[in-house]
């Protein structure tokens, strides 16, 4: 029944009960809740309300209350096992095998909660006794009083192995002792000795989000290592899921729109201590994903604060890895990181509270750490060592499953390419060489002589409609790609997926274009055989074309036709850019003028060869 009760647990961290829920009944945000009519009885207004953070729901006018496995087993009319393997298909999740045997399991199960909450009371108990002293010593010293040793259930476990026989004067079995981390069995050959899994160390317990006991997290109180000791994974405890102090936070974080991830134990009640009662922290390892959804159900944009340290920095770079494929429209994380190497303890003894709150304020987004990490203290000062960093970039951001989040990336990051290692980066320079003050005026009135102004710019982004009509007019008509191939690449695809199809299609033509009957049916054949039919499923303009047949010539004219509007959408910006520049400058040089002029030139170009193609 652990293994049962362990898998509802997973289910109820994976799956959001406002999706569960708003698959049945229209629900609508009211602060930190949402509200909607009850499904379970007739009601004008609404009482029915879903807590994200806590997992369930509640009427109050009929009463009705419970999680995701209640809710799919009373509104839709399913049993319980029908009611799991529904919600577990919805997580992509494997029904573990039961027995018949559950419902006795499921009380054990319960009976492990009252043996943590006994080790918790003990725990408490021998901070107060003599030998727990100097534990308590210790947290006086760190600044926190018998308020935050009270909120956070403090403790101390002495090293005489007290634990084990305390528990067993209640009746616990040395197994149950085992099975919940809180007693060990000897590692020598032939010894059957059980032992107190933490011994001398404070100890800081672990509760899960309903407030009951599941974990321990114990620092060492000599010079022994490791310095700190969780408990192992247990049927109870999986660290993997588990937010420290969540319990805590998260009515806390919805009041300030923010929860606050931080490195450990200390961190999060130090933070307590100064006001910030909305911090967690991740359980001695990186941040996970399945902590990161449980940050998201507080709030969209959690605030992850690392010490200024190495091993904070390192930190940071992991949480980018594990965060970027989960990324999805309205949730992210941005950053804070401390200076002079410190820890939040640290910070806001030595700057106070206020200070740490203006950092708060000045956070960095992960689009920009996802840069840095690729950038900083990265040599590029040749094309091959920029085009390393490209692919670097590029490939960190197909890691991000979401489509429309992904393209967005991908827009962000062909744009820094371009301004910071490009063309761009030349402009810049040569922006700082020449700057205008903030009326407008050059600086000091002139430029260096001997430097021409030309015209740079980035690649123009074509609309995702306008991609997806070309590309189905080359599907179409093959032959068209060999005819615009070049002309394709002088645009940016903000779509990555729609980039790989036309370089697919480029490869495909390049192989069999110049075959004999070669035509449309055999390029789609050719891209379904290399993995992108859900890709052609999705082009309606292909189906579109195939119904109605058009001429080439006129799918031809929509190609010209749409790529002359976006490059004269672009020029146009352009021009008005330099015109107010021009206007707002005392001064202008012949070099800038004659770039406005060419600006202007280029665009009656375009409209003229746009007139000849009509």
């Known amino acids: 029944m652990a293994d049962l009760q362990k898998f509802i647990d997973e289910l109820r961290a994976k799956v959001s009960i406002v999706d569960v829920v708003g698959a049945k009944v229209k629900l609508v945000r009211k602060g930190r809740e949402y509200q909607a009519c009850c499904p379970f009885h007739n009601e004008k207004t609404p009482s029915f309300t879903v807590n994200e953070a806590k997992g369930f729901y509640h009427c109050f006018g009929c009463g009705a209350h419970g999680d995701i496995v209640k809710f799919e087993m009373e509104a839709n009319g399913l049993p319980f096992l029908d009611a799991l393997k529904k919600l577990a298909d919805k997580a992509g999740m494997e029904m573990p095998k039961l027995s018949h045997e559950k419902h006795v399991q499921a009380e054990e199960r319960k009976t492990l909660y009252e043996i943590m909450e006994m080790a918790v009371q003990y725990f408490e108990r021998c901070l107060r006794l003599p030998e727990g002293r100097h534990g308590l010593e210790y947290f006086y010293n760190r600044g926190f009083g018998d308020d935050i040793l009270k909120k956070f259930r403090l403790g101390y476990a002495p090293a005489n192995n007290g634990l084990k026989a305390w528990l067993a004067s209640k009746g616990v079995s040395e197994h149950e002792m085992i099975e919940l981390g809180l007693a060990a069995m000897s590692s020598r050959e032939g010894s059957n000795r059980v032992f107190d899994f933490f011994r001398d160390r404070v100890i800081i317990p672990i509760f899960d989000k309903a407030n009951r006991p599941i974990a321990f997290g114990g620092r060492v109180m000599n010079d022994g290592q490791p310095k700190y000791l969780n408990s192992p994974e247990t049927p109870i405890f999986n660290k993997r899921h588990v937010l420290y102090n969540l319990n805590n936070a998260r009515d806390k974080g919805y009041e300030a729109k923010n929860i606050i991830v931080c490195e450990g134990y200390m961190d999060v009640i130090a933070l307590s201590k100064y006001g910030f009662e909305y911090a967690v922290a991740p359980l001695g390892t990186a941040l996970t994903e399945d902590q990161i959804a449980e940050a998201w159900k507080v ?9 200024g340290d190495g091993a904070g920095i390192r930190a940071a770079i992991r949480s980018v890895d594990r965060a970027l494929p989960i990324l999805k429209p309205g949730y992210s994380l941005k950053y804070v990181f401390l200076p002079d190497k410190q820890d939040p303890d640290e910070f806001l ?20 750490l996802l840069w840095k990490k690729n950038t900083e203290n990265v040599p590029q000062s040749t094309p091959e060592q920029k085009a390393l960093i490209e692919k670097n970039i590029f490939d960190e951001v197909a890691k991000i499953t979401n489509e429309q989040v992904r393209g967005y990336y991908h827009q962000a990051m062909k744009e820094r390419v371009y301004n910071e290692l490009g063309r761009g980066a030349w402009r810049q320079s040569y922006a700082r060489k020449r700057p205008f003050d903030k009326s407008g005026v050059k600086k000091d009135g002139v430029y260096p002589s001997g430097v021409k102004l030309e015209v740079v710019r980035p690649k123009t982004s074509l609309d995702e409609l306008v991609v997806k009509f070309i590309l189905s007019a080359m599907i179409f008509y093959p032959e068209l790609v060999a005819e615009y191939e070049e002309k394709m690449s002088m645009f940016a695809m903000p779509n990555p997926q729609l980039q790989k199809l036309f370089e697919a299609m480029a490869e495909v033509y390049a192989a069999r274009g110049e075959e004999e009957g070669f035509d449309s049916a055999g390029m789609r054949e050719a891209l379904s055989a290399s993995g992108f039919g859900k890709d052609l499923a999705a082009l309606w303009e292909l189906k579109m074309f195939c119904l109605q047949k058009p001429l080439q010539n006129t799918l031809r004219h929509e190609i010209e036709t749409k790529m002359l509007e976006v490059q004269v959408r672009q020029l146009d910006a352009e021009i008005k850019e330099y015109m107010n520049k021009l206007a707002n400058s005392d001064h202008f040089s ?11 030139k280029e665009r009656q170009a375009l409209i003229d060869s746009g007139s000849a193609v009509d």
């Open 299 to 307: 709030c969209n944009e959690p605030t992850l604060c690392f010490d």
């Open 349 to 368: 003894k030595d700057k106070g509270r206020d200070a740490f709150a203006e950092y708060l304020n000045e956070t960095t987004p992960l689009v920009d």
């Open 590 to 600: 012949e070099e800038e003028y004659q770039y406005y002029q060419n600006l202007k």
